[in-house]
């Protein structure tokens, strides 16, 4: 099913606003608001823009009014909450531009700026803003003002973030969101198996040729990449979350062989799975 394109709008006159992201709400969107999102306890795959990129724990981003995006959270366990992540909206005018206009705010304004083509801050950031974004889902009144602007600051003195997209937010981009959508649902739900070019391409109602151009132009990444990302993003998981076997892992996530497994996953985690599990184990 083609998830659908909708535009979010608040009415209802509050300035800004928290909630958790759960398993349905995996839907591309854009509304006029900012975003920021935590992501606390799920991994899968986020679009924003032009950029498609797999997440996991205390991944932090903020997206800008009408950047569309979206997310899909890997299927979890039998007792999986669906609460993965962490959500809050707020408008620019709800903080006004009198006080957007002060010396002190320069570093606000430019974060507010970057936004426009999404921002993703490290897993570091990502737990500093845990605390404060906790509070948002609960405190009311000046309090809520306060953990919202306490958010800000930890987010303008990071040192180290990165623009996602390279596109801006305008444009009519619904048919190339479609297809990557149901794209990036059909691997997270498959990638346990071998996915041929041609069966995906088919999805996508492309020819082979056609759907790899597309991907690549569209994602800065080849598919079989991303497909491998997406496997060792679900092996990570398992190496932190159970007791499973390495050479067991390797056949759940869909790896053929050990050694394309071990190759891939020093690409994309930066270190062996051995070294990997001993980070959480220690």
């Not at 570093?107 to 404060?132: C, K, N, Q, V």
């Not at 981009?173 to 041929?196: G, K, Y």
Request: with cysteine; net charge negative.
């Amino acid at each position: 099913m083609i998830p659908e394109i909708i535009s979010i709008r608040h009415d209802d006159g509050s300035g800004f606003r928290a909630g958790w992201v759960d398993n349905e709400s995996s839907f591309l969107h854009v509304h006029p608001e900012y975003e920021i999102v935590l992501n606390v306890t799920g991994n899968g795959t986020r679009v924003a823009g032009d950029s498609v990129e797999i997440f996991d724990h205390y991944d932090l981003v903020v997206y800008g009014p009408e950047l569309r995006h979206f997310w899909n959270f890997y299927k979890g366990g039998e007792y999986d909450s669906g609460r993965h992540a962490i959500m809050c909206h707020f408008r620019r005018e709800s903080l006004g531009e009198p006080l957007l206009s002060q010396f002190e705010t320069a570093d606000l304004r430019s974060l507010l700026d970057d936004a426009s083509r999404g921002i993703s801050f490290t897993a570091a950031t990502g737990m500093a803003a845990e605390d404060p974004m906790r509070r948002l889902l609960t405190e009311t009144g000046m309090k809520k003002m306060v953990s919202l602007f306490r958010l800000l600051e930890i987010l303008c003195s990071a040192e180290k973030f990165r623009i996602l997209s390279g596109e801006s937010p305008a444009g009519n981009h619904e048919m190339t969101d479609a297809r990557l959508a149901e794209v990036c649902s059909f691997v997270r739900d498959n990638f346990f198996r071998p996915i041929p070019v041609k069966e995906v391409a088919g999805i996508a109602k492309m020819s082979p040729h056609s759907f790899s151009r597309f991907f690549s132009r569209n994602t800065a990444s080849g598919f079989v990449d991303y497909v491998n990302q997406v496997r060792t993003n679900k092996a990570c998981y398992l190496l932190r979350e159970t007791d499973h076997q390495i050479n067991e892992i390797v056949f759940e996530c869909g790896f053929a062989t050990v050694s394309n497994f071990n190759k891939q996953f020093r690409k994309h985690a930066g270190m062996s799975a051995r070294d990997y599990r001993a980070q959480y184990r220690n």
